[in-house]
């Protein structure tokens, strides 16, 4: 980090007309939550809880869980910590539960697995409720939402958990808020009927840039057609704000295309809430952040959707960023 940018790390992500802009941590395992701290993470906006089951020999018990989950929630108390429930397949396998499939990013992954396996998913929800007691700082966020069904089975499951360690075991556990990625293209033109069934939305840049694109987002073959910045995409994530805030609805995004401070000053025009990212981003997105007017951003936006391909997006990128310095 360089000194200029470590003396702004501590200070307010605010436009220079005032308007703030939260930024939140991506993180998984035991975060770095005193350097996320000094660098004013406003709490965590997405807590990968795959990575303690990636790296577990065989699935981790209920009570294993509720020792992580409340290390993290009591680092980052009264900040929230959003919890994204296991969002294992895909791109993301567990060594001791070998997932053999052809397509294995449509395949069975994130809440599709969750809800085939229910005991799974409730020891998970237990034990995010359990580590929440006295803190109260918990949300639940649900990955891979294709559809409303999924959401109204997830939520019956979560409430099931609340039921048993509240009337079951006289547990003090509040009622989270639970939120839905947007991720799938699918869930892009659902989110008014979402909107009836969550309390908030977090778009997943990373798996909707690759399946509005149909490009692997690890495959280096095609790794030169992967990017945020496409004009689909951009469009894709300005429509989801918009469709959002005509529902009233909070919207976030945790993808990486919030941790590039073009992409950072991008969302910021388009309305997005707040920004969750890396470490390491937080810095650097915070340090252009504060150096744009929402009006400048918004004119910035304007050419981008308009723009016919990648290139010329990134064109329009390169002139801002050269002029913010
Ligand atoms: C995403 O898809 O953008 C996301 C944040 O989730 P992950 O990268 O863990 O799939
Ligand atoms: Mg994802």
Redesign the pocket.
């Known amino acids: 980090l360089t000194e200029a940018l470590e003396a702004e790390a501590g200070l307010p992500c605010i436009t220079r007309d005032g308007h703030l802009l939260p930024l939140m941590l991506?993180t998984g395992l035991a975060a770095d939550h005193a350097r996320a701290l000094a660098y004013g993470a406003e709490g965590v906006g997405?807590y990968?809880t795959?990575v303690q089951f990636m790296m577990a020999e065989r699935f981790p018990s209920e009570q294993e869980q509720v020792a992580l989950y409340r290390q993290q929630l009591s680092a980052f108390s009264p900040r929230e910590v959003t919890m994204?429930t296991l969002?294992i397949g895909?791109?993301?396998p567990l060594p001791y539960f070998p997932i053999k499939e052809d397509n294995p990013c449509l395949g069975w992954r994130g809440i599709r697995f969750s809800l085939d396996h229910p005991e799974v998913f409730l020891s998970q929800v237990r034990a995010m409720l359990r580590a929440s007691v006295g803190l109260n700082n918990l949300r639940i966020l649900l990955?891979m939402i294709s559809s409303v069904r999924e959401v109204e089975e997830a939520r019956a499951l979560i409430r099931r958990a609340w039921v048993e360690l509240k009337q079951g075991e006289g547990l003090a556990v509040n009622k989270p808020l639970v939120g839905a990625?947007i991720?799938v293209p699918a869930a892009l033109f659902q989110i008014r009927a979402l909107s009836e069934r969550v309390d908030y939305l977090?778009?997943?840049?990373?798996?909707?840039?690759?399946y509005l694109l149909a490009v692997d987002r690890d495959n280096p073959k095609v790794a030169g057609l992967y990017s945020g910045y496409h004009p689909a995409v951009l469009n894709a994530l300005n429509k989801i704000a918009r469709d959002s805030h005509a529902a009233r609805l909070p919207v976030s995004i945790?993808?990486?295309l919030a941790g590039d401070p073009a992409g950072a000053i991008l969302l910021l025009a388009m309305g997005y809430q707040s920004l969750s990212m890396n470490l390491a981003s937080l810095p650097r997105v915070k340090a252009a952040i504060r150096r744009v007017s929402v009006e400048d951003a918004r004119e910035l936006l304007k050419k981008a959707l308009s723009c016919a391909s990648t290139d010329q997006v990134i064109g329009h990128l390169g002139v801002f960023m050269n002029d913010l310095g």
């Open positions: 991506n997405l990968r795959e994204r969002d895909g791109d993301k990955p990625m991720e977090s778009v997943g840049s990373n798996d909707l840039t690759q945790c993808g990486e």
